[in-house]
T-cell receptor, first 109, second 116 residues
Framework: AQSVSQHNHHVILSEAASLELGCNNSHGGTVNLFWYVQYPGQHLQLLLK??????LVKGIKGFEAEFIKSKFSFNLRKPSVQWSDTAEYFC???????FGGGTRVLVKP | GAVVSQHPSRVICKSGTSVKIECRSL??????MFWYRQFPKQSLMLMATSNEGSKATYEQGVEKDKFLINHASLTLSTLTVTSAHPEDSSFYIC????????????FGDGTRLSIL
């Protein structure tokens, strides 16, 4: 059974709109959580990571995510997207890096 | 930042041949390397984990005699798909992690393997 689930497969939004991508980690306990991004034709890049401490983590390019233990969630947010944020986003957990199914985001100019 | 180079980026070959894919960490020493497979419109699936100098640990359902992994140095791991068949056609991605403890993985660009 997939232990990392992403709620949306596809998201389409306009520039300057706010973005929130859902991620649920069905396994409780101590885990490391990640969000990766894959821009068209490029390799996976790390956006941000959570290991411990402050549950609100800030990543590159204005992204942030909050780990809510009670909800097993680690949603990714960005207050105002740009066309260049068009990509596929993957939530992942460790130990043994396991990826969610990915969410394709299309930002219309 | 940490760079992982994967080669070749695309391979097309006949059924029955063996194909070797290289994964190199260019500016750091990779104590652990990982090999993933990605089917169309699906997420990455971990195939195996390898630590430098030791045998790879394969995930359930992955044939170790089919997918040979060698991690002979701290900067190079290879995946050899032996006697490849059309069902082995896929996108293979490697990643590497340096040091120990909580270090993120850095990914290569992937290899598109097509078996005719």
């Amino acid at each position: 059974a997939q232990s990392v689930s992403q709620h949306n497969h596809h998201v389409i939004l306009s520039e300057a709109a706010s973005l929130e991508l859902g991620c649920n980690n069905s396994h409780g306990g101590t885990v490391n959580l990640f969000w990766y991004v894959q821009y068209p034709g490029q390799h996976l890049q790390l956006l941000l990571k959570y290991f411990s401490g402050d549950p609100l983590v800030k990543g590159i390019k204005g992204f942030e995510a909050e780990f809510i233990k009670s909800k097993f969630s680690f949603n990714l947010r960005k207050p105002s997207v740009q066309w260049s944020d068009t990509a596929e986003y993957f939530c992942a957990r460790e130990p043994k890096l396991t990826f969610g199914g990915g969410t394709r985001v299309l930002v219309k100019p | 930042g940490a760079v992982v180079s994967q080669h070749p980026s695309r391979v097309i070959c006949k059924s029955g041949t063996s194909v070797k894919i290289e994964c190199r960490s260019l500016d750091f020493q990779a104590t652990t390397m990982f090999w993933y497979r990605q089917f169309p419109k699906q997420s990455l699936m971990l195939m195996a984990t390898s630590n430098e100098g030791s045998k790879a640990t394969y995930e359930q359902g992955v044939e170790k005699d089919k997918f040979l992994i060698n991690h002979a140095s701290l900067t190079l791991s290879t995946l050899t798909v032996t006697s490849a068949h059309p069902e082995d056609s896929s996108f293979y991605i490697c990643s590497a992690r340096g040091g120990w403890g909580n270090q993120p993985q850095h990914f290569g660009d992937g290899t598109r393997l097509s078996i005719l």
